[in-house]
Structures are given as C-alpha cells and as structure tokens.
C-alpha cells in the first residue's frame, strides 16, 4: 500500500524557480533515502539530488546550486526546491525512496508516478 506522489510541476520561465513537493503514504515503518530523479526529452531516466534519513544530501553537477533538496520525516515528506532553472532542465521529474513497510518490515525502493516541468520562455 506504500506508495509516492509528486506535485508541484508546471511550466516556468528561465531563470525562475519552482518547488516540488513528494509525499509518502502507507504501512510505513520508516524510510531512508528519498531522492529525485529526472527524464529529459530524449535521455534515459538520471538522478538529480538524493538526502537521507540523516539530512546528508548529494547532487547531480548539473543542478548543484541551483536545486536544493530537503525532508520532513514526521511528515515524509521530500521537497526539491529548484531555481534559476534553465531550458535544459525540462523533464519529468519522480519522486524515489527507500521504505521499510510495516507489514514486511523488509526496504524496498518506490517510485512515484512523475510530475512535468517545463522551462520555456
């Protein structure tokens, strides 16, 4: 029953900014890794940014310091602020994790379903 959903996407202009919010629900015990990742038109699926349980966080080059990835574990929650985005940046964006269910007590990685960002002028 666990499962991700992503919100936030939408169309903005170069250089302007947009939040993308994730929210976990379901039997879960606990989850560790959250990340983003993203599909560019024509590419295979990349990472974008990923922080744990811990607040460590990690960032593709491409978007190291422009993106800012946070959490809020009593809310699981996982948010990528983005900004002075770029043309380049256009995709579809998933929301990822790394969750213990309660019914397995077992982590198994979930995907949510992806939510657009279009950059154009």
């Known amino acids: 029953q666990v499962q991700l959903v992503e919100s936030g996407g939408g169309l903005v202009q170069p250089g302007g900014s947009l939040r993308l919010s994730c929210a976990a629900s379901?039997?879960?015990?606990?989850?560790?890794?959250m990340g983003w990742y993203r599909q560019l038109p024509g590419k295979q699926r990349e990472l974008v940014a990923v922080?744990?349980?811990?607040?460590?966080?990690n960032y593709a080059d491409s978007v190291k310091g422009r993106f800012t990835i946070s959490r809020d574990n009593a809310k699981n929650t996982v948010s990528l602020q983005m900004s002075s985005l770029k043309p380049e940046d256009t995709g579809v964006y998933y929301c990822?994790?790394?969750?213990?269910?309660?019914?397995?007590?077992?982590?198994?990685?979930?995907w949510g379903k992806g939510t657009l960002v279009t950059v154009s002028s």
């Open positions: 379901g039997s879960i015990f606990n989850i560790y890794a």
């Open positions: 990822n994790a790394d969750i213990k269910g309660i019914v397995t007590m077992r982590s198994n990685n979930y």
């Open positions: 922080i744990t349980t811990g607040g460590s966080t």
